[in-house]
Nanobody, 127 residues
Framework: QVQLVESGGGLVQAGGSLRLSCATS????????MGWFRQAPGKEREFVAA????????YYADSVKGRFTISRDNAKNTVTLQMNALKPEDTADYYC????????????????????WGQGTQVTVSS
């Protein structure tokens, strides 16, 4: 059983920064592809960022490019999302996701390509 636990959410003013972390347990973390998604009230879940299991290829939504950075530490079984220059439209619940043991092509932007999810952490950006 794989478990994902997010932390680091909170309230921040526009222009500020937050760092989200996702701790994993259960299986060999280094073999996961990891992603972050978010869902704002009344909106569909959307892709934010992802990183392959080697960490050599990050992916970002256009809306966060240049402001957010995803990274992973396979020794600590964690993936982080550094969020800078936050905007009110970044307000959402942020979810960590992992892909493990799925055969076939990997689309990092598609939530259906991940089979484990955390419980979410809330990020609120005030204007």
């Amino acid at each position: 059983q794989v478990q994902l636990v997010e932390s680091g959410g909170g309230l921040v003013q526009a222009g500020g920064s937050l760092r989200l972390s996702c701790a994993t347990s259960g299986r060999t973390f280094s073999t996961y592809a990891m992603g972050w998604f978010r869902q704002a009230p009344g909106k569909e879940r959307e892709f934010v960022a992802a990183v392959t299991w080697r960490g050599s290829r990050p992916y970002y939504a256009d809306s966060v490019k240049g402001r957010f950075t995803i990274s992973r530490d396979n020794a600590k079984n964690t993936v982080t999302l550094q969020m800078n220059a936050l905007k009110p439209e970044d307000t959402a619940d942020y979810y960590c996701a992992a892909r493990l043991g799925i055969v076939g092509a990997y689309d990092p932007f598609n939530g259906s390509d991940y089979n484990y999810w955390g419980q979410g952490t809330q990020v609120t950006v005030s204007s």
